[in-house]
């Protein structure tokens, strides 16, 4: 893939913007190396000072990003399902999930072209995601990009 010319596309519709603030994923390190990954969401009101549960990701993960889109949807990308001690080709996220926060709920919007952790995401003008760099292997750094429509 080409990021000049190319780009992925992640499909998302919200019907209701989320204006709070997510944590998401993670992983705890109790047990190294076998630490536990988590998909689970809280969403924070700053307005009572509260945390509530949301929807679970559908897939677990740590080293990602979470992007708030224009129409107050939240879009995860991104990450890895293992330690970085332990890392495979398999242990990579390729998946792109989108919360709808109207729904409660993760729906896949899309896939990675090479799935990653660590990398650096910055949202642009026009609807567009900027995704570099990161690791996608034990040794293996990245030296692409790719835009991320939505």
């Not at 989320?18 to 705890?28: D, E, F, K, V, Y």
């Not at 390729?94 to 799935?115: K, S, V």
Request: with cysteine; proline share 6%.
């Amino acid at each position: 893939m080409d990021p000049r010319v190319d780009a992925a596309t992640a499909i998302c519709q919200a019907k209701r913007p989320l204006r709070s603030r997510m944590a998401a994923g993670g992983m705890t390190l109790d047990a190294m190396p076998l630490n536990k990954l988590s998909s689970s969401v809280e969403i924070y009101d700053p307005a009572s000072h509260t945390w509530t549960e949301a929807a679970s990701m559908q897939q677990p993960r740590y080293s990602h990003f979470l992007v708030l889109l224009s129409d107050g949807q939240v879009l995860v990308l991104a990450g890895a399902r293992d330690w970085d001690c332990c890392w495979t080709d398999g242990s990579f996220v390729p998946e792109i999930e989108c919360y709808d926060p109207a729904a409660d709920r993760w729906l896949l919007a899309g896939q990675l072209p090479q799935p990653r952790a660590q990398a650096a995401a910055a949202m642009l003008q026009l609807d567009r995601i900027w995704l570099t760099g990161g690791r996608w292997s034990t040794t293996t750094y990245a030296d692409d990009s790719w835009f991320i429509d939505y």
